[in-house]
């Protein structure tokens, strides 16, 4: 047997955000999120029709899912607060909210579960989409406003902030496809949505400090490692290209306190800088983050341009790379993802590497699978070995990197029980509870068992 055990005090736990679990999306003053909009006036975008109003019900059903946690041993646990609900009308508190996320704060303490709490989970608020966004500067000013609100309510207890859950998604889903509200293509107004975001980060953690509160801030970003197909100068370009869209974006600064060079002189070269004003560089330089959040799912590999034409919408960031597809990759065929594990090493590594070994933790990482309810044994038990394996393996490479001098100080899983997915509902599930959704009613998988003796070991003793 081998033994892969992590540094004391390590934190295992599992991710969330309100509204892909909370529910009551219009309930106890809660306003609407750009989410309850779309669904409201277009539900055939939504898989199987199914919106954001029940999602897990978790709004009602707090105290026992983090029972739940307790019983599988889960010592963190992350979601978000929904700005909607906190400040329904952008400047004054909902005081049922601060009743709720009170509850849900003080029952995870008092079950010895370390809440970490993120501000912003693609849902913005529907009246402050209406003014733009963050197209609209005076939306950065807002959510400064909402996270500052937030610190004073809850940063007595909250120790572990984070500004936003992979603020790329926005951009990429919402402004340079379709699939997110407000559908926009648009790679202009996408550099301009990104580039507010961060301010919004920066501000917020502005905010923070000047609190003088005894806690920590950071940010969620979703790394995808880019791979070229060959070590061919165009292919490696290619790959560089990608990581400065779809990672250095956000990383270099969030961590760094600055953009890098070569991002602004690509943007500049096709005209696609965004509006600066003056103090922004400032602002972004003094308010870098104190660690990182990492979703990890899957890698992007590319290769050199070699298809044809830009698309109608104007320059697109895949007019400077085509995807490439690695003979050897293995997929999660229902969310058409590539696993490879070794992906969250080559982070480590990088961040090690570049960003000054910065704390940081595995903020998501997890696998869709639909029909679940194949694998159910006769005492109703989903027998997830699938989800067991995708876990351990990514483990062993986040070992190693720690081994090598990685400064990680946690793995939580995407996610505690099945919730609500923007674009697939409840199609592929990822929890190691099973929501029923007929009843709600949880079920504990394989998985969440395993997990369990993982935490309480500290780690995985596994065959050689
Ligand atoms: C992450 C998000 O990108 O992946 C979650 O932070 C999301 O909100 C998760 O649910 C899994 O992706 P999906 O699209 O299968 O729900």
């Not at 999120?33 to 954001?52: L, M, V």
């Not at 329904?88 to 009743?99: I, L, W």
């Not at 103090?279 to 590319?302: A, I, M, S, T």
Request: aromatic share 14%.
């Amino acid at each position: 047997m081998k033994q892969y055990t992590f540094p004391e005090g390590f934190l295992w736990g599992s991710a969330a955000s309100a509204p892909q679990t909370e529910g009551a999306s219009q309930k106890d003053g809660k306003a609407k999120s750009i989410w309850d909009y779309w669904y409201e006036t277009e539900a055939e975008r939504f898989y199987e029709n199914i919106g954001p109003e029940i999602t897990s019900d978790f709004y009602h059903c707090y105290e026992q899912d983090i029972q739940r946690m307790k019983n599988i041993h889960l010592n963190s646990f992350r979601t978000s607060i929904s700005w909607s609900r906190l400040l329904p009308d952008g400047t004054n508190v909902n005081q049922k909210a601060v009743e709720f996320y009170n509850r849900v704060i003080d029952t995870l303490l008092n079950q010895g579960i370390k809440p970490i709490i993120n501000l912003f989970h693609f849902d913005m608020p529907m009246h402050l989409q209406e003014k733009g966004g963050w197209e609209n500067r005076e939306v950065v000013d807002a959510f400064a406003f909402y996270a500052r609100t937030a610190f004073e309510l809850f940063g007595d207890r909250v120790t572990l902030w984070t500004t936003f859950n992979e603020p790329i998604v926005p951009v990429e889903m919402g402004y340079l496809n379709h699939f997110h509200y407000p559908c926009v293509v648009d790679m202009k107004r996408a550099v301009t949505v990104a580039y507010h975001s961060i301010l919004a980060s920066a501000k917020a953690i502005r905010n923070y400090r000047e609190l003088n509160r005894d806690g920590q801030i950071g940010i969620i970003l979703n790394l995808t490692p880019s791979y070229p197909r060959s070590q061919d100068k165009e292919d490696v370009r290619a790959a560089e290209i990608a990581d400065l869209f779809f990672n250095r974006s956000f990383l270099d600064p969030s961590v760094l306190g600055e953009y890098p060079s070569a991002l602004i002189e690509l943007l500049d070269e096709h005209q696609l800088l965004p509006h600066r004003e003056k103090g922004d560089k400032e602002l972004l330089r003094h308010n870098v983050v104190d660690f990182l959040g990492v979703n990890y799912y899957q890698p992007r590999r590319v290769k050199k341009k070699e298809s044809a034409g830009s698309s109608q919408e104007g320059i697109m960031p895949e007019d400077f790379f085509d995807p490439y597809i690695w003979p050897e990759r293995r997929m999660n065929p229902y969310r058409g993802w590539e696993i490879y594990e070794k992906g969250l090493y080559d982070i480590a590594v990088n961040i090690k590497q570049n960003y000054g070994n910065i704390p940081w933790y595995v903020a998501e990482n997890g696998m869709g699978v639909a029909n679940e309810e194949r694998f159910m044994d006769q005492t109703g038990t989903i027998q997830d070995n699938y989800r067991i394996e995708f876990y351990e393996e990514h483990l062993k490479w986040l070992h190693q990197a720690i081994e090598e001098g990685s400064n990680c100080f946690g793995y939580h899983v995407w996610t505690f029980m099945d919730n609500w997915s923007w674009l697939n509902a409840y199609k592929n599930r990822y929890g190691f509870y099973r929501v029923n959704l007929k009843d709600r009613e949880r079920i504990l998988k394989k998985s969440g068992n395993w997990f369990k003796q993982v935490i309480d070991q500290n780690g995985l003793i596994v065959e050689d």
